[in-house]
């Protein structure tokens, strides 16, 4: 039986990483500081006889050391997340990303441990090359603005890794996900579809940040999991970085629009100028964010099967199952 390690499992994406790698006959320890995560997120799996789980910040070493021994494999998806949490808390952001990766691959390196490691389209920047490909240079904003704080960590993290890789022979896969949804992810931080779903449910308005001509590609959770396990079963994606996502593009207009439409609302839709929306002085945002595939299909065959309309079915479900309980 293969020991994982989900770091940030209690989160969005690892909880739903952890549920199908127990169904795939793994066994699973989760460690979550539930900054962001949530105890509900893993509540269905605490009972499995194959699943274990540890509050605590993957910065204690003495947690992550006894945690990486007992593991055969890692999966790092701990991070600080979210827009709103990467303008607000700069130093959080840039702190965890960076320390926590050092952490893991530091102590993987010790234990001679499979890592993968999540990385984020951010990297890529406000790049202009469509669509964005794994080795496409990047270009973030001014250092001034904490907006990048996140990319500009995000990217440490791959530098680190691939040292670590190439310096020493860890063996370390790294993936870029793109905007992922689905059931469980809260609007709290920023994401924006659980925020829409609410607020249509809600028959409130629907605020669209900008003018609302941003084009995003949205892939579900149940297939990045499943592109996820299957590069922690390729030997072949040992020393590889990988784009996951959907090529499936929508404006946040038209996203609104389609949420508001399937949830049957009657919410107006408000388009909200970012200087209202952030505090920080001139934020900026990417105008577009598609991913190129093509290379996590060419390794393990992999592309996403959830259409955005059946995504948004199950979030606007999942919604409102939290709002009758």
Not at 86 to 106: A, F
Not at 122 to 142: A, I, N, Q
Not at 194 to 206: D, G, Q, V, Y
Request: hydrophobic residues 40%; glycine residues 8%.
């Amino acid at each position: 039986m293969i020991r994982a390690l989900i770091t940030g499992g209690a989160g969005f994406v690892g909880s739903h990483l952890a549920e199908r790698l127990l169904a795939s006959g793994y066994r699973v320890t989760v460690i979550d500081n539930l900054s962001t995560g949530r105890l509900g997120n893993i509540e269905c799996l605490i009972a499995h006889p194959n699943f274990s789980y540890a509050v605590e910040d993957i910065r204690n070493i003495h947690v992550i050391d006894r945690l990486v021994s007992e593991c055969d494999i890692i999966f790092h998806l701990a991070a600080a997340v979210g827009v709103r949490n990467i303008i607000d808390q700069p130093i959080n952001t840039i702190e965890v990303n960076i320390g926590g990766t050092e952490m893991i691959l530091k102590t993987a390196s010790r234990y001679r441990r499979r890592v993968l490691i999540a990385s984020t389209s951010e990297v890529y920047g406000k790049g202009v090359t469509f669509p964005f490909r794994e080795d496409d240079d990047t270009l973030t904003g001014p250092t001034r603005r904490s907006r990048w704080s996140y990319a500009a960590s995000k990217a440490i993290d791959e530098f680190l890794a691939f040292a670590y890789h190439e310096e020493v022979g860890l063996p370390v896969t790294l993936f870029r996900l793109f905007n992922t949804v689905g059931p469980r992810q809260i609007g709290q931080y920023g994401m924006v579809v659980p925020r829409f779903a609410r607020w249509a449910l809600a028959n409130e308005p629907i605020e669209v940040y900008g003018d609302g001509l941003q084009q995003r590609c949205f892939a579900n959770v149940y297939d990045v999991v499943g592109a996820i396990q299957g590069l922690a079963e390729s030997d072949d994606a040992i020393g590889e970085l990988y784009n996951i996502g959907s090529s499936e593009e929508i404006s946040i207009m038209e996203l609104a629009r389609r949420i508001r439409d399937r949830a049957d609302s009657a919410s107006e839709i408000k388009l909200i100028p970012y200087d209202q929306a952030y505090q920080q002085t001139g934020f900026e945002d990417f105008r577009r964010r598609v991913p190129c595939i093509k290379k996590i299909q060419s390794a393990i065959g992999w592309a996403p099967t959830t259409t955005l309309d059946e995504t948004i079915d199950q979030i606007i479900a999942h919604h409102q199952g939290e709002i009758y309980k």
